[in-house]
């Protein structure tokens, strides 16, 4: 682990875990939307959407074109796709940012200019600076190494994964947002100093799809969380170390439930409601 980082726990997850009160609504649990996937890439869409409604957000509002829309209804037909309130984004997984339509960057503008916390991964992580919401980032190493590089920062993936730690911070300090860099020993920081590591409990996440369940998951945290977020920005660092503790731990027991065997991202995603639920019984 890299000097100076604190390791996150479960003891410290569970305090980023609320549950539903007697006078909440899906809009007081939050409203999470969601621009992500392409007709490439369908899955992105619905494993993300599958991650967020099993992680407890009261809200699923999914933009996107018809395709991977058509996926996520069939998956979940409790998602909503069409336009209206939402009190934080997930944007970007399974878009490739090279062949992204008039529609559908309009869509990732919207949600930038949306002055709510928003989630960026993948295809969308060349359009942050372009908003001032407060935003967490979840690129893995070549993710990032592409973002620093387009921003005359030079960084290769060698370098990147042989140092993550400090490339993290470095992100996070020219960029002004709160990173989460995807790894075995996931960094999480924000400019303002917080630095956590959450060290994956099984290898099995290395698996298609993976990251998008997590954005998934920290979606909709964010999206629970966003009164404190509008109040303190800080708050999505200890999110994101949240959700990526969330996501190991709920790859580990989907894991153990076959007799530590390999999984599936959609495995994970549905191992996520007994961690949480774990979480809140402490």
Not at 4 to 22: H, L, R, S, V, Y
Not at 138 to 157: D, F, N
Not at 216 to 222: E, K, N, Q, W
């Amino acid at each position: 682990m890299t000097t100076g980082w604190q390791e996150w726990t479960a003891e410290d997850a569970a305090g980023w875990i609320a549950a539903p009160a007697p006078d909440d609504d899906k809009y007081s649990r939050g409203v999470l939307g969601v621009v992500t996937g392409s007709p490439e890439f369908p899955g992105a869409a619905v494993l993300g959407v599958e991650a967020a409604h099993r992680a407890g957000v009261g809200m699923v509002r999914y933009i996107g074109h018809r395709v991977p829309a058509r996926a996520v209804l069939d998956r979940r037909p409790e998602t909503v796709t069409a336009p209206g309130r939402v009190q934080a984004w997930l944007i970007g997984s399974g878009i490739d940012q090279n062949r992204r339509s008039f529609v559908l960057l309009g869509d990732l503008t919207h949600a930038l200019a949306a002055h709510v916390p928003v989630v960026v991964d993948a295809g969308a992580l060349d359009l942050v600076g372009t908003h001032t919401a407060p935003t967490v980032i979840t690129p893995h190493a070549g993710e990032l190494a592409r973002l620093l590089t387009s921003r005359e920062i030079p960084a290769s993936v060698d370098e990147v994964r042989s140092a993550p730690g400090d490339w993290a911070e470095r992100a996070a300090a020219d960029l002004r947002v709160a990173v989460l860099l995807k790894g075995a020993v996931t960094h999480v920081c924000d400019p303002d100093g917080g630095r956590y590591t959450v060290t994956a409990p099984t290898h099995w996440l290395a698996t298609a799809g993976s990251g998008d369940v997590l954005g998934g998951i920290l979606g909709a945290l964010v999206a629970t969380h966003h009164e404190q977020i509008a109040t303190d920005a800080t708050v999505l660092t200890s999110l994101a170390a949240t959700a990526s503790w969330v996501h190991g731990e709920a790859a580990r027991r989907a894991s153990a439930a076959v007799e530590d065997g390999p999984v599936t991202a959609l495995d994970v995603a549905e191992a996520v409601p007994p961690v949480i639920g774990s979480l809140l019984a402490g």
